[in-house]
Nanobody, 123 residues
Framework: QVQLVESGGGSVQAGGSLRLSCAAS????????MGWFRQAPGKAREFVAT????????DYADSVKGRFYISRDNADNTLFLKMDSLRPEDTAVYYC????????????????WGQGTQVTVTS
């Protein structure tokens, strides 16, 4: 079993930055790809970014490319999402997920999820 705990959310003005963290329990952290997803009120959960097991490969949603950066520290069992040039449309609850052995943007491929952290971007 893997447990994930997100942190780093908050309220920021448009154009600002935030860095989200996701702390994972268990010794299998480096065995899995990891992803960030988000869900805005009244909308479906959507893919944001994913990173491979060793961190060599990443993929991003078109809406965040060039603004968001996913990274991981396998020695510390932590996943990060640096978010720059934030926009009001980035407002959502952000979730980290893991458990996939391959890079994927499909939330159904991730069996383990955190509880989410709120990001609010004001104009």
């Amino acid at each position: 079993q893997v447990q994930l705990v997100e942190s780093g959310g908050g309220s920021v003005q448009a154009g600002g930055s935030l860095r989200l963290s996701c702390a994972a329990s268990g010794r299998t952290f480096s065995s899995y790809a990891m992803g960030w997803f988000r869900q805005a009120p009244g909308k479906a959960r959507e893919f944001v970014a994913t990173i491979s097991r060793a961190g060599a490969n990443t993929d991003y949603a078109d809406s965040v490319k060039g603004r968001f950066y996913i990274s991981r520290d396998n020695a510390d069992n932590t996943l990060f999402l640096k978010m720059d040039s934030l926009r009001p449309e980035d407002t959502a609850v952000y979730y980290c997920a893991t458990g996939s052995t391959f890079l994927t943007s499909n939330p159904a491929d991730y069996p383990y999820w955190g509880q989410g952290t709120q990001v609010t971007v004001t104009s």
